[in-house]
């Protein structure tokens, strides 16, 4: 597990432990729809995959960014707060709990790691309202990460996850 240092303070160096209960049912249908590997080998998320109507992977300047388009969404949050500290904490808790669900069904003998990233930064119309994204894509040794120095990423609380990282997390 990585996270830069705008994610380390902003959870205390301490990730909650995540709950299927904080999954929204429109993300928890998501991941428990599954993966698959397309014909140019991307590992998508199906239900992702199958509303994707985008550029297909050749457009893209790799698989590894593919992979993190179709797969990314903003985490939903019109029933939060408008601002302030519970609206980050259940932004983050439903991020994280998300992640996880949806790496603890990808598939085990993926012949490269798939990776989760958890990002919270300033967004919206007037730019101040704190929103949330999460995204997978794999990690292959013959291309670049998607996210190399992850402290360079300093706009926004930035984690990345592994299956093995959930393992942990869910122990507690």
Same mark, same amino acid.
């Given at each position: 597990?990585?996270?830069?240092?705008?994610?380390?303070?902003?959870?205390?160096?301490?990730?909650?432990?995540?709950?299927?209960?904080?999954?929204?049912?429109?993300y928890r249908a998501i991941?428990e729809q599954g993966w698959?590997?397309?014909?140019?080998?991307?590992? %998508? =998320?199906?239900?992702?995959? +199958?509303?994707?109507?985008?550029?297909?992977?050749? /457009?893209?300047? *790799?698989?590894? !960014?593919?992979?993190?388009?179709?797969?990314?969404?903003g985490m939903m949050d019109?029933?939060?707060?408008?601002?302030?500290?519970?609206?980050?904490?259940? %932004? =983050?808790?439903?991020?994280? +709990?998300?992640?996880?669900?949806?790496?603890?069904? /990808?598939?085990? *003998?993926?012949? !490269?790691?798939?990776?989760?990233?958890?990002?919270?930064?300033?967004?919206?119309?007037?730019?101040?309202?704190?929103?949330?994204?999460?995204?997978?894509?794999?990690?292959?040794?013959?291309?670049?990460?998607?996210?190399?120095?992850?402290?360079?990423?300093?706009?926004?609380?930035?984690?990345?996850?592994?299956?093995?990282?959930?393992?942990?997390?869910?122990?507690?």
């Open positions: 597990m990585r996270m830069n240092d705008r994610m380390s303070r902003l959870t205390g160096g301490h990730l909650p432990v995540p709950r299927v209960d904080d999954v929204p049912t429109v991941a698959f590997v397309d014909e140019g080998g991307a590992c %998508l =998320l199906s239900a992702l995959k +199958a509303g994707h109507t985008g550029e297909d992977s050749d /457009a893209f300047e *790799d698989v590894v !960014h593919f992979e993190a388009t179709v797969n990314g969404r019109y029933d939060l707060p408008a601002s302030g500290p519970d609206r980050q904490r259940l %932004l =983050l808790r439903r991020s994280l +709990a998300y992640a996880c669900l949806a790496l603890h069904s /990808a598939p085990n *003998d993926s012949p !490269h790691p798939i990776l989760g990233y958890v990002s919270l930064s300033e967004g919206g119309l007037s730019g101040n309202t704190l929103t949330a994204n999460v995204t997978f894509c794999t990690s292959r040794p013959d291309l670049p990460p998607y996210v190399d120095d992850i402290d360079a990423c300093s706009e926004e609380a930035l984690l990345e996850l592994s299956r093995a990282d959930i393992v942990c997390l869910l122990k507690g």
